[in-house]
């Protein structure tokens, strides 16, 4: 009998049922949860509206020691110390600027050594840990996962609840296990994997789920590669992205600014958030390292890839009309054939950077790739930082001096190209390898033609002109690779 | 929250899947503060040509389709970034209703917190729906939200899902944030237990 009631009050449990059950304020009934929010994360373009209806509904900020702002989405990547000239931008950081200062909320600023991409500088900062419930008006809020914390993108009017009240109202997302076994092969990275996966789930196969990302290629994985996977977790269509944390993530998270001050006992807690042997997932996807190549997408949704070996497809092979249609609209928007080996594809610029692809073990598997060699004469390829930290780090281990000797721009850290919004963007008609998340229309300039690979895949694509399989790179001045395991110094 | 309770209007067809929030409301136009004017920018790089001039090949600046509010479209409309401003300039150009297979997570939130009524359909009934716009010109749909009813001129009756908190909020135009804040003491109770200071008088921290 004692033992029948044991079973019975031990309910093996994921790590996302964890750390939901420790944010239920209150369950009401045929409602919403009410889910308490450890860390609002505040950008300048999803967050002005916000500010302004909480003083139309005369609205305090709850906790504002809970919610950090940096202006990283339209901010320029050249000289700091001029004024920002987009009227227009300048305007609405000078409003993130006001409105924290109005309501108390500590602001990373344009001049700040600290300033990025806000998911980078949250786990560079120690903001971000295993356990929490993190929001960020940007879907990219993902990112954060990585840590083992549930991290998700919300709209404009939910960043004014969570302001207003540190809560949000929420539905139970269900949760899906992807599970991938073995080592990745060499020359693929992270960025790979998570191309891989999006490319079978498709760019809406994760809408309504969590995704943990379990297994031994994922375990292996660096903390910034880890984030680079759950960044792009939202671009299956999933809400959040998780891994659990290990002894990786709390050697990386130990002796940051906003780390626990008593780190021992925040390890022995966050050691209970792991899923339970025995817990259930909702759904369960399986997927073998040793299949994963270097991606390339060729479409206009990050679920268009295929192994840099691949040729351009045939839409005509599709099996449904939908995903026919799809296909054959994103080859004539990308400009391409049927048929034509990725390889063959020209490419005009090239973009390192990204919340997804902006840390320093990117930038370091750049370089190794780009020593010793000069950029193809019609290429503009540029390096954009995803934080102060990265960049300082980068200078000091003169990466930047290897890029620039390449024919790379060095530039200051912000989203930059990934979006668009401030002014570095393609022209029309221009073809970009790019390390950022989204190949979408027009999202790195308008008419503009993007295709997502991982930094070394970029980086050869800016020497080559075209893409290459990295797998075949001859690495010069004694650089080697950088495998996914290799351990990373702090930044 | 301005309410929605029953709505007829004009359907839009847009037979296109994956319409990501990038070509909703394109990225130039996120640098403006204000949460209404978005209208004019709705799918701005689709609708509109170099010149300005507005594009004849993009299916909503057909002359039979203006003063459409109910826009039909193919599955995961509205991927992408989590930018409210597609909700807003939907809103804004006249749309009351989206009705789809599948939305994309963000943005179908989105849609509710701005008295936007996004409908999912089984596929077989979108393709049913494209057929019937494709018929019949000047197509319009009746959606009864309290029944959970869509209804045409030509026998079309069928019912769809929704949450039926968020179909309550919807029909009575409610707060989300005056709703949460009916519960400050749970949320208070629930700071306490986790050992964080309470809240002073003023409201701020102490």
């Given at each position: 009998m004692a033992a029948s009631e044991n079973t019975a009050t031990f309910r093996p449990r994921t790590l996302f049922e964890k750390i939901w059950d420790n944010h239920v304020v209150y369950d009401e009934p045929h409602r919403q949860t009410l889910l308490y929010i450890d860390l609002q994360l505040v950008h300048e373009v999803t967050s002005p509206q916000a500010f302004e209806q909480l003083r139309v509904e005369g609205?305090?900020?709850?906790?504002?020691?809970l919610t950090v702002a940096t202006p990283d989405h339209?901010?320029?990547?050249?000289?700091?110390?001029?004024?920002?000239?987009d009227d227009i931008a300048r305007m609405q950081v000078d409003t993130l600027r006001n409105n924290c200062r109005e309501f108390g909320i500590r602001m990373y600023d344009?001049?700040?050594?600290?300033?990025?991409?806000v998911h980078i500088i949250g786990p560079e900062l120690g903001l971000t840990q295993p356990g929490m419930t993190i929001v960020c008006?940007?879907?990219?809020?993902?990112?954060?996962?990585?840590?083992?914390a549930l991290a998700f993108g919300i709209g404009t009017s939910e960043v004014q609840h969570v302001l207003a009240t540190q809560t949000l109202r929420q539905f139970k997302p269900k949760t899906c296990e992807i599970c991938v076994e073995g080592a990745l092969p060499r020359g693929v990275s992270a960025k790979d994997l998570a191309l891989y996966i999006i490319g079978q789930l498709?760019?809406?196969?994760?809408?309504g789920y969590i995704l943990e990302f379990t297994g031994s290629a994922v375990r292996s994985l660096a903390m910034e590669q880890r984030m680079t996977v759950c960044n792009m977790a939202i671009e299956a269509g999933a809400r959040g992205g998780l891994i659990a944390p290990d002894e990786i993530t709390y050697e990386y998270l130990?002796?940051?600014?906003?780390?626990?001050?008593d780190f021992d006992s925040a390890v022995d807690r966050w050691r209970q958030l792991p899923t339970d042997e025995g817990a259930v997932y909702d759904r369960v996807e399986r997927y073998s390292a040793a299949d994963i190549e270097p991606q390339v997408t060729?479409?206009?949704?990050?679920?268009q890839v295929l192994s840099v070996?691949?040729?351009?497809?045939?839409?005509?092979?599709?099996?449904?009309e939908d995903d026919r249609k799809a296909a054959a609209a994103a080859i004539e928007y990308m400009a391409l054939k049927p048929g034509?080996?990725?390889?063959d594809i020209q490419i005009d610029r090239v973009f390192i950077g990204s919340c997804?692809?902006?840390?320093i073990e990117d930038l370091r598997a750049a370089a190794a790739v780009v020593s010793g060699y000069q950029v193809a004469d019609r290429v503009g390829a540029m390096v954009v930082p995803g934080s102060g930290p990265v960049k300082r780090q980068a200078e000091q281990e003169g990466l930047d001096k290897i890029f620039r000797q390449s024919g790379f721009d060095w530039r200051e850290p912000g989203c930059s190209m990934c979006l668009?919004?401030?002014?570095d963007k393609l022209e029309p008609g221009e073809r970009c390898a790019s390390t950022s998340n989204r190949n979408f229309?027009?999202?790195?300039?308008?008419?503009g033609r993007t295709h997502l690979v991982s930094p070394a895949m970029a980086a050869a694509a800016a020497i080559k002109g075209h893409f290459v399989d990295i797998r075949d790179w001859d690495y010069r001045d004694g650089v080697a690779s950088v495998s996914p395991a290799s351990t990373t110094d702090k930044i | 929250m301005r309410a929605f309770t029953q709505h007829t209007g004009l359907v839009a067809a847009m037979?296109?899947?994956?319409?990501d929030t990038d070509q909703i409301?394109?990225?130039?136009?996120?640098?403006?503060?204000?949460?209404?004017?978005?209208g004019a920018f709705l799918f701005f790089d689709w609708r509109f040509l170099e010149d300005g001039t507005?594009?004849?090949?993009?299916?909503?600046?057909?002359?039979?389709?203006?003063?459409?509010?109910i826009l039909l479209t193919r599955q995961?409309?509205?991927?992408?970034?989590?930018?409210?401003h597609a909700p807003w300039a939907l809103d804004d150009y006249g749309f009351r209703v989206l009705i789809g297979p599948s939305f994309a997570d963000i943005f179908y939130n989105n849609c509710f917190q701005n008295g936007l009524l996004p409908i999912v359909l089984e596929a077989a009934v979108i393709d049913d729906l494209f057929a019937r716009v494709n018929t019949y010109p000047g197509y319009t749909l009746s959606v009864q939200l309290a029944e959970n009813r869509i209804l045409d001129d030509h026998g079309l009756d069928r019912s769809f899902e929704i949450d039926p908190f968020r179909k309550h909020c919807l029909l009575n135009g409610l707060d989300n944030i005056a709703l949460t804040l009916e519960h400050a003491d749970r949320i208070a109770d629930y700071e306490a237990a986790r050992g964080m200071a309470a809240l002073s008088e003023s409201g701020g921290p102490n």
């Open positions: 609205h305090r900020v709850r906790r504002p020691e339209n901010v320029p990547t050249s000289d700091r110390s001029l004024p920002i000239a344009l001049q700040d050594p600290e300033q990025g991409i008006g940007d879907s990219h809020t993902s990112t954060h996962g990585a840590f083992g498709t760019s809406a196969g994760g809408t130990r002796a940051r600014e906003f780390a626990p001050e060729w479409g206009t949704n990050p679920g070996v691949d040729r351009v497809p045939d839409p005509n092979a599709t099996e449904r034509i080996p990725l390889t997804t692809n902006g840390r668009a919004m401030n002014p229309e027009g999202r790195q300039g308008k008419g | 037979d296109r899947s994956n319409v409301i394109p990225k130039q136009f996120l640098k403006r503060i204000e949460r209404t004017g978005f507005p594009n004849p090949e993009f299916e909503l600046n057909h002359p039979d389709l203006e003063g459409a509010s995961n409309f509205g991927c992408g970034s989590s930018r409210e």
